[in-house]
């Protein structure tokens, strides 16, 4: 059975950082792409970043960028996303994903099959 496990979430000040993990089991990093997705209170799911299948290209939101990095260790089957300079716009419940999914739909989080239960962030003014 495949399972995502998010962990690393916590309160942090702006400007903080915090490193989330996502430790994957059931499934190979070979066939599925790694996304990171977040979800605010009254808001949209929206898509983070994502670590490709195929040749582990890496994309991220135009609104993370310079600020979040995602990254894998395949060996240990998990998938980290370090987020430097937090805001509190920020805050958000983050999840995991994997899903078959290449290029320019890895935002499209219906095309993601499996989520992990995501892991709560939250950045003080």
């Known amino acids: 059975e495949v399972q995502l496990v998010e962990s690393g979430g916590g309160l942090v000040q702006a400007g903080g950082s915090l490193r989330l993990s996502c430790a994957a089991s059931?499934?190979?990093?070979?066939?599925?792409?790694i996304g990171w997705f977040r979800q605010a209170p009254g808001k949209e799911r929206e898509g983070v970043a994502c670590i490709s299948s195929s040749d582990r290209k890496t994309y991220a939101a135009d609104f993370v960028k310079g600020r979040f990095t995602i990254s894998s260790d395949n060996a240990k089957n998990t998938v980290y996303l370090q987020m430097n300079s937090l805001k509190p716009e920020d805050t958000a419940v983050y999840y995991c994903a994997a899903g078959l999914v290449y290029g320019r739909r890895w935002h499209d989080y219906d095309e993601y099959a499996y989520w992990g239960q995501g892991t709560q962030v939250t950045v003080s003014s």
């Open positions: 059931g499934l190979s990093f070979d066939d599925y792409a």
